[in-house]
């Protein structure tokens, strides 16, 4: 196991992952809501192709970046919060797993019902269906997106809300603006307690 960054990160391509799955996923919300009003059907072709392969990518990062953290390990609970606070934090994290699991199928499901996936790779010349808003498959895909947005709200006020206060969380993911004085208090107890109990002169200096 890599343990370069295990202490008090994750590991730099855990890190990579994350924030370009990030950037991906800020970029196919408001595509999927302004596909609903796109009439053009040359660029709602284009919008819906760039959607879905979007997912794709997606989908792959996300695999990966799950395989990489069991790889490579994660930092250790975050500091000052209480039990009920990091079981409230990890079933947040398994719920964007789990709804971002849910789209994936969902949209795929959909794909394959509507004779989209064969439209999209050019296999047929079918327009797109007008009616994809009757698939089962789209109304769930419609409903998990909104739990997702919701999720992904919490996560990051809870993320910002930590940092203002706390510090630690945004260094785990490779970006340092700074610390609290409860974080690097936190810290320095990994940093100073070993180099402490090696220098035989540490009691002298305090006078014992």
Not at 34 to 41: D, G
Not at 50 to 66: A, E, F, Y
Not at 120 to 134: V, Y
Not at 153 to 159: E, I, L, N, R, Y
Request: hydrophobic fraction near 50%; include cysteine; charged fraction near 15%.
């Amino acid at each position: 196991m890599n343990t370069e960054w295990t202490r008090d990160a994750y590991s730099r391509r855990v890190q990579v992952l994350h924030w370009l799955s990030a950037a991906l996923i800020l970029t196919m919300i408001p595509l999927g809501f302004c596909m609903q009003r796109i009439e053009s059907q040359p660029l709602e072709f284009f919008a819906l192709r760039l959607h879905v392969l979007l997912g794709v990518v997606v989908l792959v990062l996300t695999l990966l970046r799950l395989i990489w953290r069991w790889v490579d390990g994660s930092p250790g609970p975050l500091p000052g919060l209480s039990p009920l606070h990091l079981r409230i934090v990890g079933g947040t994290h398994a719920l964007l797993y789990l709804v971002l699991a849910g789209l994936s199928i969902s949209g795929l499901v959909l794909l394959m019902q509507s004779g989209l996936a064969a439209i999209l790779l050019g296999l047929s010349t079918d327009p797109i269906p007008a009616n994809l808003s009757e698939y089962l498959p789209r109304q769930a895909h419609a409903v998990e997106v909104r739990v997702y947005i919701a999720l992904l709200v919490a996560h990051v006020g809870g993320v910002v809300v930590h940092e203002l206060t706390r510090g630690e969380v945004l260094f785990r993911m490779g970006v340092q603006i700074g610390q609290t004085a409860e974080g690097r208090a936190w810290r320095s107890t990994f940093e100073t307690e070993a180099p402490a109990k090696c220098q035989p002169d540490a009691g002298a200096r305090w006078g014992s």
